[in-house]
């Protein structure tokens, strides 16, 4: 029986206009009225998150920033991994030599040195997975991440990572040249403690190895007294793979790459078409949950 779904955001929960459509909301609360477990985990902030969240009416824990932070229904932290201090420095650094943009995400704060890169970024990045999007409307959305204050600017983050009230949950990397973004992931490679993972091409998301998706679904789930074998997953990207592989009920998006689709039991629709009303469908008639 399923006593809990975890569901990915950007690519699965979401469609191309940032939206949770009205089947995937009423799929949820359905699963929410049965007793079951419902968990958002993203790559995003909690602030990012529950901003694509408020008018949708669905109110649940959310995993953040790929598994560094937790939070429960009411909005309050109850677990976090960031990156040990000398760590994040390095990586930092490693970073900045390459010349590739990064954001820095904190318990405190998303922080960006540059916001108009930021914007276009986002564009192009969008763009290539939904390119029948206005580029307008991607181009609001995208600004509201800074006047909203869901990203903050800094000149220079050196003094957000030298803050010892600052704790480094990741650097989010992104860019549009590969071979940059190539370069990138190899000055990250086989770094102890460190996990590097993507929510797309044009991406790199690095944390503490221990703040994963499925490393921290499966720590969550066990403080409530559930088990992973009794989940239902969804996600459509490498940073999805975590949970994808360790829980009992594994479905990719249709969107997904080929190798989440192969990592996952079964494939659902895309984003654009309610894929996660469907796994959600589809699961609860595959455990007999009626």
Known sequence: MITSIATDMDGTLLNGKMEVSAANRAAIKKAQELGIEVVVATGRSYMEARFALDGTGIECPIIAVNGAEVRDVKGEIIQFTALEDD??????????????????YTNQATYTDNAEKAVELLIDIVLSAHPETKVEDIRERARLRIDRGLVKQVNDYEEIIRDTNEHIYKFFVFSTDYDLLQKAADRLEGIDGVAVSSSGNENLEVTNAQAQKGITLENYLASKGLSMKDALAVGDNYNDLSMLERVGYSYAMGNADANIKKAARFETAKNEDSGVAKAIEDALERSMVK
Not at 87 to 104: N, P, Q, S, T
């Open 87 to 104: 760590l994040a420095y390095d990586l930092y650094r490693r970073l900045k030599d390459v010349g590739v943009y990064f954001e820095v």
